[in-house]
């Protein structure tokens, strides 16, 4: 499981600030070095404008990466044209939030999930029937629904068909972007468990973007906290829930805890512009995190924290 | 027990639609106390909106609404024409959105919103704008004057639900219907407007009907849940009863993925299938399809609430409850 699949190193992608031109840039995804391994699930954790669903968008080439690298297969993705990533997109798969919108509407079923296999040319085209039957079970579904429409399936249904059709290629990555937050409560447990069973059975990494931090510990083996463009912790999951280094995961925590108190603190400042982005919130800022935003430092094997005080904040 | 707030018996709102219509509120009961926090917990097509727009009177035209008991405060509240019930929604009953820039008038700065309700309750000539810089700060937010002259969609979400809570807490009403009010925000900001909340109920004399999918939130939030399944409520009581004994198995379903998520679960439990169809709803219990002790009688005939009055649930499993 240690071996790199994936690498991305000192990725930024930056977006112009005011509509297209040469004004002011803001960086969504700010300098991330970060390794996916192979056959892992690994957790990106944020909140909304924290640059993490930009991230997933830039590994996969859907956005062009402003500076940085990413390394797969002895390639660096964020240089290649799209003729020359073709080949690679098949090993890189993605299961979007919404699950009705990620759907031609007019084609049924099995030519959602004959397309891929067609594109990339898998199999000879009398197998394709099959194999479109195979990817339904695969998620939990009755070949009867290959000649449905998506508007005919539940949000449920529709997710577990995404899940399949992401799965057909045999990808080595797949990318879940908030994968289960529009689904119905009851019905959430159902796909946490299925891509939890897929992801056993086949090996495939997975890198699951989400917001919900209980949704994070149940899948992930690994978890990214990223804080308005920067990776600010990684490390073992459990590791993260029960010893967090930096004060942004401790807040973020502080969230999960029973007690809502009518005295909580109330106010929230805007992200530093310079320095360490969490500087303006936290409650140990020093002189240093105005003008130095800090590396990511080792703090344990696999465990690593971007904050110049972490070494003199008591944990816990 | 004093006067509740708001009772209501046999809420049922039906929409009429091109090839028919479609009951999605059917036959609802609440009460809700002063000082109260009531969860109305449900999935989406649950009928938990609607039941909040059905007692605000919010419903589009294609809605039609019928109520065996609906009373505020004692008084009936179905005698009421719309001028009359125009007089005390925005005055004694209040409403916050799951979007709250929506819920302001894009054209209108801050100051305005708050002018209007603050003149709503205290009369036209009152001095409002000391009034809106103390409810401001009331709900933390650190310079008001400041925040009193940006327009609508200047505002985050969370500051914009600030705002709407200030409003709230200026306004003084008696009852207050608030629709997901958290559901869009962030982890952090979510946690800081569930914090109003909980200073909204202890200032105000008010009852809050709280809707919510999240069994979390209204665990840590709410005095009493109300769980609703396709238009139905399925169990009502005290939150700590339900949470430590929940009788109806779509609730233990919701509670135990709630709380499997927060441990450290090997695996969790699913409730198989998925919500009913309302154009097509299977016989008898309407959760039977989907529940893992569904006996004959419940595919026979749906069952009625039982149990004390404290915690009643409408299952054949909690008869003799």
């Known amino acids: ?316 | 027990m004093s006067a509740p707030i708001l009772e209501i018996r046999d809420l049922r709102t039906r929409f009429d639609l091109h090839g028919g219509s479609l009951e999605v509120v059917r036959g609802v009961d609440l009460e809700i106390q002063p000082g109260e926090m009531l969860g109305l917990i449900g999935e989406s097509g649950s009928g938990k909106t609607i039941t909040g727009l059905s007692i605000l009177r919010l419903l589009p035209g294609n809605a039609r609404m019928s109520a065996a008991t609906l009373r505020y405060k004692g008084s009936d509240l179905r005698s009421l024409d719309d001028r009359q019930f125009q007089a005390l929604r925005g005055r004694s009953l209040a409403m916050i959105f799951q979007n709250p820039v929506g819920a302001f008038n894009p054209a209108k700065r801050v100051d305005w919103h708050l002018r209007e309700v603050i003149r709503r309750r205290q009369g036209a000539q009152a001095d409002w704008a000391p009034a809106a810089e103390t409810a401001l700060e009331a709900v933390g937010i650190p310079r008001p004057e400041r925040v009193l002259r940006l327009y609508p969609h200047q505002l985050s979400g969370g500051m914009a639900q600030r705002i709407l809570i200030a409003m709230v807490l200026a306004l003084e009403p008696d009852l207050v219907i608030a629709d997901e009010p958290t559901t869009n925000l962030d982890n952090i900001v979510e946690r800081q407007i569930l914090g109003l909340f909980r200073r909204l109920q202890s200032r105000l004399q008010a009852g809050f009907l709280f809707i919510t999918h999240d069994m979390t939130v209204a665990a840590t939030l709410c005095d009493r849940i109300a769980v609703m399944y396709a238009g139905e409520i399925v169990e009502v009581g005290p939150t700590r009863d339900v949470f430590a004994a929940p009788r109806h198995p779509y609730t233990q379903g919701l509670i135990a993925t709630a709380t499997a998520l927060k441990g450290r679960a090997k695996r969790l439990q699913e409730i198989a299938g998925e919500l009913p169809n309302l154009a097509a709803l299977p016989p008898g219990c309407l959760f039977s399809p989907r529940c893992a002790h569904a006996m004959e009688r419940c595919r026979a005939a749906a069952p009625p609430m039982f149990g004390a009055a404290a915690h009643r649930t409408r299952c054949y499993l909690a008869e003799g409850a």
């Not at chain 1, 799965?167 to 299925?194: C, G, M």
């Not at chain 1, 994070?216 to 978890?223: E, M, N």
């Open chain 1, 1 to 316: 499981m240690s071996e790199s699949l994936l690498r991305l190193e000192h990725l930024s992608v930056s977006f112009a600030a005011h509509g297209a031109g040469d004004g002011p840039h803001f960086r969504a995804v700010d300098d991330v070095t970060l390794d996916i391994r192979a056959g892992e699930v690994l957790g990106i954790v944020g909140e909304s404008g924290s640059g993490k669903t930009t991230l997933a968008k830039a590994l996969l080439r859907l956005y062009r990466p402003s500076e940085g690298q990413i390394l797969f297969r002895g390639a660096d993705l964020a240089r290649l044209g799209e003729r020359q990533l073709r080949p690679y997109r098949r090993q890189l798969q993605m299961v979007f939030q919404d699950p009705l919108s990620s759907f031609n509407p007019r084609q049924t079923v099995a030519d959602s999930l004959a397309m891929p296999l067609r594109l990339h040319d898998v199999c000879p085209r009398a197998e394709i029937p099959a194999a479109v039957d195979a990817a339904l079970t695969r998620v939990g579904l009755s070949p009867n629904f290959r000649d449905r429409f998506p508007h005919e399936l539940s949000g449920g249904q529709l997710q577990r068909v995404a899940i399949g059709r992401a799965l057909t290629l045999s990808p080595s990555l797949l990318v879940a972007d908030e994968a289960v937050s529009k689904l119905d409560v009851s019905v959430r447990a159902q796909i946490l468990n299925l891509l939890r069973d897929v992801q056993e059975a086949s090996g495939v990494a997975i890198l699951f973007i989400t917001h919900d931090l209980h949704v994070a510990r149940y899948l992930c083996h690994r978890i990214g906290v990223m804080y308005f463009g920067k990776l600010v912790e990684l490390g073992p999951t459990e590791e993260i829930f029960t010893a967090p280094r930096h004060p942004y995961t401790k807040a973020l925590l502080g969230t999960l805890d029973e007690e809502i108190s009518e005295d909580a603190e109330v106010t929230a400042a805007p992200p530093a512009a310079t320095g360490c982005r969490y500087a303006t919130r936290c409650p140990h800022a020093a002189e240093i995190c105005a003008t130095e935003h800090p590396p990511l430092d080792r703090v344990a094997d696999g465990h690593a924290v971007a904050c110049h005080r972490w070494r003199e904040i008591r944990h816990g």
